[in-house]
């Protein structure tokens, strides 16, 4: 039904458009009055306000529609049923009448779900023609509304602006909400998982071996004797050891390759050069993550053991040097192209006065142009940083997941965002602490970013203020 509504929005949009466009020429014709604003702005001013409030009941509406259906039925079910039933038990049931709703249930149907799907599909009904309702509404009221806006001869041109500035400051406290909605996200699990697991033995513990929580009952509350047993399972000091020792491997990879391609297509490239060169480099950013993971577990990975046991050294099957090196070649493209286009940024006029100056073509690289274009370079290497951190696919697949505590890149390791994904696989229980763990380990990884943030923009500042 919404993407039928949305579709029909789409043309009135259309239509609006033009019909305001045509309505204001015709009333500069047959007043003679000058119009105070171009003809398309006053198009403009007429689809939005015909799109907007219709587009704002759709989005609202899908929001409210299923919480209002569900309280109904919900409380439908508690008014005719004899026993109290608990939330787990009104959630199944809701589940069994959605589905048996949708011709999807299989199970026995009592005569509790048979009602509750009938009163579902009514509710269900009675809501898409109140919204089909409602929606033509706003459409005719805020497309009235517009038509005498543009009779009067209205700044179409400030009204659209206006509109655009509220919806761009949405769109900014959206994103600002969502941020602020992960970070309590985090807090609130992290908190509960810091209950039961002293912050710590989790900060500097060596051992990480969070199934052990899983042998006991993961609703049971935890006794002073098991949360003893558990102090040592949660040390995090191996994932974290293991996050920054392969990041470290990638960019020892990335940032050579990748600025020295970015600083010979922005300064020595020909013009054809950089127009094949810049798009194959970009392309390794284009292919997915699992098929660097392939790679690397099926040829890097055996490469590497098949070399080692030539020189009669022994190499793990999964190591953490496999993996940097293939997640190293993923990250090249981010380095290479913003430092190409900082180093294409730096004006010419600095390169043409050292040149004037006597100084060869390197040492205006190296000493004026490279200097100019540090801060958007160091952003780079950050973005890189920021990437390699959060990789998970190639390391599943090319490091393991075992939580080793070493600095051989011959030996398997793991990194945080693996293991995060590891105790949040399948089913899990959110009171277990090994599930809250991935909380705690999201929230730290999210910390250590914005330090690493911090510190960069310092550094981005110190050196703009020297050569600006």
């Not at 709703?101 to 199970?107: M, V």
């Not at 990884?445 to 110190?462: D, G, Q, S, W």
Request: proline content about 3%; charged content about 10%.
């Amino acid at each position: 039904m919404n993407s039928i509504l949305l579709f029909v929005l789409l043309i009135l949009c259309i239509f609006s458009f033009y019909y305001g466009q045509s309505r204001i020429k015709k009333i500069s014709s047959a007043s003679a009055i000058t119009v105070k604003s171009l003809p398309h702005f006053y198009g403009y001013y007429q689809a939005l306000w015909c799109a907007l409030p219709a587009f704002l009941v759709i989005v609202f509406w899908s929001i409210l529609e299923p919480i209002v259906v569900k309280n109904l039925i919900l409380n439908q079910i508690q008014s005719t049923t004899l026993q109290e039933l608990s939330k787990n038990e009104l959630t199944l049931l809701y589940s069994q009448i959605v589905s048996l709703a949708g011709n999807n249930f299989s199970g026995n149907i009592t005569e509790a779900v048979k009602q509750g799907a009938f009163s579902y599909k009514n509710f269900l009904s009675i809501s898409q023609s109140s919204k089909i309702v409602l929606f033509l509404c706003a459409v005719i009221a805020a497309t009235l509304f517009a038509h005498s806006k543009i009779n009067n001869n209205v700044h179409a041109r400030e009204g659209v602006e206006k509109i655009f500035i509220i919806i761009l400051f949405l769109s900014a406290t959206a994103a600002i909400l969502t941020t602020v909605g992960i970070i309590f996200a985090l807090l609130f699990e992290t908190l509960k998982f810091f209950k039961t697991i002293n912050i710590f033995d989790f900060m500097f513990g060596l051992s990480w071996s969070p199934q052990r929580a899983f042998v006991r009952d993961a609703g049971a509350v935890l006794t002073a004797a098991q949360v003893q047993d558990l102090k040592d399972a949660f040390g995090a000091v191996p994932l974290f050891a293991g996050t920054a020792f392969i990041a470290f491997i990638a960019m020892c990879v990335a940032v050579p390759i990748g600025l020295f391609s970015g600083i010979y297509l922005a300064e020595y490239a020909s013009f054809k050069q950089r127009k094949w060169g810049k798009p194959i480099i970009e392309i390794l950013a284009g292919i997915p993550t699992v098929v660097y993971g392939f790679f690397a577990a099926l040829t890097v990975g055996p490469f590497f053991k098949v070399l080692g046991n030539s020189l009669g050294v022994e190499v793990s099957s999964e190591s953490a040097l496999a993996a940097g090196l293939v997640m190293g070649v993923m990250i090249i493209p981010f380095v290479s192209s913003l430092s190409d286009d900082v180093i294409n940024a730096v004006p010419q006029s600095l390169r043409e006065g050292s040149l004037a100056l006597g100084a060869t073509h390197s040492e205006t690289i190296k000493k004026v142009v490279f200097p100019a274009a540090l801060p958007g370079i160091v952003g780079s290497i950050l973005l890189a940083v920021s990437r390699a951190v959060g990789e998970t696919m190639i390391v599943v697949m090319a490091a393991g997941l075992a939580a080793n505590l070493t600095i051989n890149p011959l030996e398997a390791t793991t990194t945080i965002t693996t293991q995060i994904v590891m105790i949040l696989v399948g089913d899990q229980e959110f009171t277990s602490p090994k599930t809250q763990s991935a909380f705690a380990l999201g929230l730290t990884l999210f910390c250590l970013t914005l330090i690493l943030n911090f510190i960069a923009l310092r550094f981005v500042k110190k050196y703009r203020e020297k050569y600006e």
